[in-house]
């Protein structure tokens, strides 16, 4: 696979003591909650605003766990839009370190445009296909 054009920042942070396991690393729990925190930031550039109740919903995630990550690990989350379905997105998430640039995580994504008053979902519109192609 070749190396996309675009990822953007969308979390950056710190392995904080409290967020580690009995073998002082991060936890599983808070890799995902991370990378939820990541998929936020990348639907809302898609959508072209901030969450709203009509959302998104998650049908598939695949996490590779690649180096541990010990507390006090400046950390960054680069994503990026890797397909366009007609009501869904596959994307991709990268986890480094924010200071040596290695790669520790990454998590590979499906979210699907969901109406909740429907609760089906619904095709992406003209400005969220836009949106998400400018990410790819």
């Not at 920042?9 to 991370?34: F, K, S």
């Not at 890797?82 to 986890?95: C, D, F, N």
């Not at 590979?108 to 909740?116: A, H, I, K, P, T």
Request: with cysteine; glycine share 6%.
């Amino acid at each position: 696979m070749t190396k996309p054009s675009t990822r953007i920042v969308t979390y950056a942070g710190l392995v904080h003591p409290w967020m580690c396991d009995a073998m002082r690393h991060l936890n599983v729990r808070h890799y995902v909650a991370m990378f939820d925190d990541a998929s936020f930031q990348l639907l809302g550039r898609v959508a072209g605003k901030d969450p709203d109740p009509d959302g998104w919903a998650d049908v598939r995630m695949e996490v590779d766990y690649l180096q541990e990550l010990p507390a006090g690990k400046l950390i960054t989350v680069r994503s990026h839009v890797e397909e366009l379905g007609t009501s869904s997105l596959r994307y991709k998430h990268w986890m480094h370190g924010s200071i040596d640039d290695q790669l520790h995580a990454t998590m590979s994504v499906v979210s699907v445009r969901f109406d909740l008053s429907e609760r089906r979902k619904r095709p992406l519109t003209a400005d969220e296909r836009a949106n998400a192609l400018s990410l790819v």
